[in-house]
């Protein structure tokens, strides 16, 4: 029978904008096998116009909920750190799947590292893609950026890393803008899995990337640039991986067309600011954690 726990380890913050559809999976995820008191979890529901935070309260009753007038992920996040009240501080987007174990996982190395971020180890559940969009994801996998593992959506941050951090900008990159600002004093948790779902086609995933690249332009115009050179050292490393081995090919061929059409988008996009969600992935609540 679990006991009770006076002190919780962490607050779960979960920026949630319109995802009545996987925000129950979400917590249920979480929160199965979570000890009782053991995670503050908010939910920060900012600009919904569904159920987002209805489904959160009847799913959670033990999660604190709030509802901002405003869809912003960022306003919403910081939101969410000032009512924290208990630390470190664990960030969550509202689509992924994660267990109480790897949240333990994640603080429990942050604490002893005394690293101001820490991050877990990502999978990319494709099962439920095209074909295009899973050879995709096996050739991206080759970009320097993943040798030191993928760090976004589901990470935790000390006190100090906090106080490092600030206040996060308004920009569309927020997990960026804490990796190159925190990266330098950070720690992989592989014990610590948590599941992105893929797009599941192509037209999704060039919106994904569209956001990606725009959020990442956005960086640069604030000065916010990753360090000088590294950029382009990743770019000539990712290509002669994927050269070197024939079975990356198809997967090269529809990065190139990806990125391509996703530039493209943005190009002839009137509003760069609008947020965009990935709704193939979200179209059900078919895997758990």
Known sequence: MPYEIHDRICTIIIPAYNEASVIAG?????????????????????????????TARSTAPEARVYELEEASKTKALNAGVAAAEAGPVVFLDADIKVSAQSVRQLVHRLNWSGAFLAYGQA????????WAVKAFYKAWQQNP???????????AISAGGLEALGAIPDVTNDDEYVRRTLMKNSVWVEAAPYQIEAPRDLA?????????????KGLADAAL?????????????FAGRLVKNPKFWPGACVFAGVAVAAHLRNRMSDNHTVWEQDTSARSAETVKA
Do not use: W
């Open 225 to 237: 640039n990753a360090p000088e050179g590294a950029a382009d050292n990743n770019a000539r490393t």
């Open 123 to 130: 999978r990319f559940h494709t099962q439920q893609s095209g």
């Open 204 to 216: 999704s995933l060039v919106k994904v990337r569209s956001r990606v690249y725009r959020g990442n």
């Open 26 to 54: 979400t917590l249920k995820a979480l929160l199965r096998g979570a000890l009782p008191g053991e995670l503050d979890v908010i939910v920060m529901c900012n600009g919904c116009h569904d159920k987002t935070a209805e």
């Open 145 to 155: 950026y993943f040798d030191r593992k993928k760090m976004g959506g589901f990470f």
